[in-house]
């Protein structure tokens, strides 16, 4: 089994930047994709951005330029920086760790991004 422990959400104004952290813990396979998912007040779940365990990466088109997604493989750490904040970024933000080898994902219990205009 795998946990997943996120940190780093928060209340920023438009225009600010917050940081967030998720590490993994338990079972984890040597190679898999970690990322970011967020769910806004009435809106499903999409994806933000993801990163392999080779560092190849992927985002949604509404955070290119402004959200960039990192990881330190020994840590069995992915990060979230998130620049230009705008309102419409408030959700939840939810952790994800997929298995290729079990084909599972995990998920995070998710950390609160609320941006103020």
């Known amino acids: 089994q795998v946990q997943l422990v996120e940190s780093g959400g928060g209340l920023v104004q438009a225009g600010g930047s917050l940081r967030l952290s998720c590490a993994a813990s338990g079972r984890i396979f040597s190679i898999n994709v970690m990322g970011w998912y967020r769910q806004g007040p009435g809106k499903q779940r999409e994806l933000v951005a993801s990163?392999?365990?080779?560092?190849?990466?992927n985002y949604a088109d509404s955070v290119k330029g402004r959200f960039t997604i990192s990881r330190d493989n020994p840590k069995n750490t992915v990060y979230l920086q998130m620049n230009s904040l705008k309102p419409e970024d408030t959700a939840v933000y939810y952790c994800?760790?997929?298995?290729?080898?079990?084909?599972?994902?995990?998920w995070g219990q998710g950390t609160q991004v609320t941006v103020s205009s």
């Open positions: 990163i392999t365990t080779g560092g190849l990466t």
């Open positions: 994800h760790l997929f298995d290729p080898s079990t084909a599972v994902g995990s």
